[in-house]
Structures are given as C-alpha cells and as structure tokens.
C-alpha cells in the first residue's frame, strides 16, 4: 500500500508542474497531497448497492411499424438495434464492485445506455425498457458480451469519430442485424474526461476543439449510419464532484488522479465550470440548428445531467450510494437511475427536457427506486425530435414521472417565440467554434485534409476503423 500511494503522489507531483498555478493553487494542491500518505487513503466503504435497482413494467405492449420511414413517428417498438459510445461511464466501470480496488473493472452489463443483463425488474437500464417491446432486440451488452457498446475507460471527445466508425464496421459485419433497415438507438455520452483533465491542457480540452470533435462524429453518423436515432446526454459539469471531495478524503485522494482539476479548486475548477458552460452551450446550439435530422435519421440532446447537483442526506452529507467506492464512476443504482432518467427524458419535447436528475425522475430524495413510475407510451407517442416536438404538448405520455424542471416549463413560451432567430444565432455559433478551433489547430502546422467536412473541398471520406 505503501508503494502505491508513492506512485499516485509521484503522479500528483507530475501533473502540478503541468499546470499553470498562482502560489495559493499549487499550495492547496500540495495540501491535498497528504491524504496520500495518510491513513484516510485505506479508508475503503462498501459501496456495492442492496437496494432496489430495477422497477416494475406496467405498459401496455404494441407492435412495431413495418413499414415506418420517418424518425418522428418512431417508437419503442421499432426499434432493433441499440448501441452506445463514450468512455467509462458507459462502460460501467466500478458498476458492480464492493471496494475502491474493483472499479477498473468494467460492468458494461449494468450500463444504463447499453447493458441488458437480467430483465427490468431487477435492473433498469434503456436496453432492458426496450426488451419490453422487442425481445429480439440487438446490440445490449451482457456478461459474456459488450455487444455494440464501444465505449472506451478514459476516452476523450477526440476519440469520438474512431469509436463512431469502429460501431459502424461492427454492426455491418453482423449478419445478425439488417443494417440498411433496422431501426437503432445509439446513445452518446462523453466530455468528463476532458474537463476532469482541462486545467492541464485547456488547448486540447478547449470548447472549441470539443465541439469540432462532437461535429465530425456526428457527421460520420449522419451519413454512414441509416435509420438511427441518436441520444447525446449532455456532459456532467464535473464541478459538481468538489462537493464529496470536500465531505470524503478518500474521494480527494482519488480525485488527484482521475480528476485533478477537481482536486486543485479554487480558481482551477472555477475555469473547469466555464469550459463545461460552453460544451454544453455549443453542443446545444450545433444540434439545434436541425443539420442533424433527416426523415431516417435525428440526434436528440437530452440535458438531464446539464444542472446537476451531488445528491444529499438529510443531514446535510453527500448521500454516495449513487457512486462507485472510487467517487467518480455511478454504482448500480446510479447507472438504473441514469437508466430511468434517459428513458422519461427521451418522451419530453426537446424545448421543455428536464435538465437535471431530480426534475427528470421527480425524486424527493435519491434514497430509492422505489415508487418511480417508468414513461408509457402508447403507439402514437413518439421518440421526441425537434421535427414533431411541436405536438409533443398534444400526444403527452401519460405517466406522472414525465416532468419538466420549472425553469424549463417557464421558458417554453419564450423558447417557441424565438426560434426562428435562435437557429440563425446557433449555427453562427458553431461555425465560429469551428473557425477558433481551425485557427489552433493551424498554428500548430496542422491542415484539414481533402473530404473533411472543414476543408475547403467539403464533402466527407469515410475511413474504416478496424
């Protein structure tokens, strides 16, 4: 043990000559350091959830749309495939462990966007809601398989594209699935790597160079991938992560590697909040200029993580048995309730989604599942895009645990009124992104090749990742 809290300080000491810090800084950071070498650094809890993870199914099941062509009229029925992309919190690191020792290990089974073991009683996750409708359903990661979860433990959003097109080359080669018309649901989540790591390199991590990464990826999607509905949750402000390293040393500890713009704090996380305002601000702005729906094709932001807040006790302590004992991953009850929340979010019209967690599963408090009511569609109650969300008021899921946050309900008026000029001022936002991005990226000696969709020949060439 010894040994490897020298390791984990010499990596600390690495990491501050990195980054560029004021003298209070690179004390609190020096402060922060002890807990390595003290005996907080064993203090390791079970963490390994006995509660309820899974919910009851009391919807009424339909059958799929042979014939359906259009995205907007798409539902739970229809769909074949399901897939997810990102880095470990997709890949469900520390998801089933009972130690701070287990949470390299990987639970993809228990991942809310693409984990399908057991059955939704006993875990909720998006694959498991869908089994409902489709028992033949495809692509879910199991014990014995990650079926077609891609996600990487410790991607950036630099590795999207590469992970987009290792997804299209597997799901091709599976002669399991109907590629060109089997309907899919791919879900996206990605960007805490690059915050947790933005105060070392705020160029590589730069708003900028995120939202030209998301670009090509969704790109890639757009043109290679036919009749797929694609879910990006909004990426976690990991500012949020101060709070328990503040109540917990052993979060502090750990935190100094997964996550040392956390660690650092002070004027170091405030900047960190910043980039994560923009990521998220650009991120809507690109997809609410419409350039990524087609009648076979839409990706829907859903920001139930855009305001999130540490879940609390009553006495005021950080309630941890959301998290993984390593602080940073979710636990099996956290990965149901993202499960939950992607699901209820997913139903919402995309001018009134719930943008945290409370408001998205209307939990009075995050001690249970118990008594959550999962969203029951009916045949005429569609995926929400931003092409039929018009109606969305109208075709209402009727289900209680279907809600908005009153920040949200209260804006829609406003939201509706200025539309037309927002999706003007959004794609002027994206395309100044993109031309700061090209100007770093230029200085380097860098320049965009023939096809890239930033070049000046336009147009997109498709390579394949083996």
Same mark, same amino acid.
């Given at each position: ?85 990102? %880095? ?12 701070i020792t287990d949470t390299l290990t990987e639970y993809r089974e228990l991942s809310f966007s693409a984990g399908g073991q057991g059955s939704l009683e006993s875990m909720v996750t998006l694959p498991n809601?869908?089994?409902?409708? #489709? ?14 979860? *891609? ?26 699935? %109907? ?29 900028? #160079? ?43 500890? *750990? ?44 990706? *829907? ?112 008026s406003v939201i509706v009124a200025v539309s037309l000029v927002g999706g003007c001022v959004c794609l002027v936002a994206v395309v100044f992104g993109v031309m700061v991005f090209r100007r770093v990226r ?25």
């Amino acid at each position: 043990m010894a040994t490897l809290r020298f390791i984990l300080f010499s990596l600390l000491l690495i990491k501050v000559q990195c980054i560029t810090l004021n003298d209070k800084d690179k004390n609190m950071i020096n402060r922060l350091a002890e807990y390595v070498n003290s005996e907080d650094c064993d203090d390791v809890v079970n963490t390994k959830t006995t509660e309820t993870t899974g919910i009851s199914f009391d919807c009424k099941v339909f059958s799929s749309q042979e014939t359906l062509t259009s995205v907007h009229q798409l539902t739970a029925a229809d769909i074949k495939v399901v897939a997810a992309i990102g %880095d470990s919190m997709t890949a469900a690191n520390g998801a089933g462990s009972d130690s701070i020792t287990d949470t390299l290990t990987e639970y993809r089974e228990l991942s809310f966007s693409a984990g399908g073991q057991g059955s939704l009683e006993s875990m909720v996750t998006l694959p498991n809601i869908l089994k409902k409708y #489709n028992p033949s359903l495809k692509g879910f990661s199991t014990t014995g398989s990650i079926g077609f979860n *891609v996600a990487e433990s410790g991607a950036t959003t630099d590795e999207l594209t590469c992970q987009v097109g290792e997804l299209i080359d597997m799901m091709k080669a599976d002669s399991s699935i %109907d590629y060109e018309n089997d309907w899919k649901v791919v879900t996206i989540f990605i960007g805490t790597n690059d915050l947790c790591h933005y105060c070392l390199n705020e160029e590589d991590s730069s708003p900028a #160079n995120y939202i030209s990464s998301m670009y090509e990826g969704l790109e890639l999607l757009k043109d290679e991938m036919p009749r797929t509905f694609v879910n990006i949750v909004s990426p976690t402000n990991v500012y949020d992560l101060s709070t328990m390293a503040s109540q917990n040393s052993v979060c502090t500890t *750990v935190y100094m590697k997964s996550c040392p713009c956390v660690a650092a704090g002070g004027a170091i996380l405030d900047k960190v909040n910043e980039a994560a305002l923009k990521y998220q601000g650009l991120l809507s702005d690109m997809i609410a200029t419409g350039r990524y729906e087609k009648d076979d094709f839409a990706v *829907v932001l859903q920001p139930f993580l855009q305001k999130a807040s540490m879940p609390m006790n009553k006495d005021g302590t950080v309630d941890m048995s959301l998290m993984a004992a390593d602080c940073i991953h979710l636990s099996q009850k956290g990965q149901a309730m993202y499960g939950l929340a992607l699901w209820q979010s997913m139903f919402q019209s995309t001018s009134a989604k719930a943008t945290n967690l409370q408001s998205a599963l209307r939990l009075v408090s995050y001690n249970s599942l118990d008594g959550q009511e999962l969203a029951c569609p009916s045949e005429q109650q569609f995926f929400a895009t931003n092409t039929n969300s018009e109606s969305m008021s109208a075709n209402a899921v009727n289900t209680n645990a279907v809600d908005t946050d009153s920040s949200s309900s209260s804006s829609t008026s406003v939201i509706v009124a200025v539309s037309l000029v927002g999706g003007c001022v959004c794609l002027v936002a994206v395309v100044f992104g993109v031309m700061v991005f090209r100007r770093v990226r230029k200085r380097q000696g860098y320049s965009e090749p023939d096809g890239h969709p930033m070049s000046s020949t336009g147009g997109y060439s498709y390579t394949k990742f083996s």
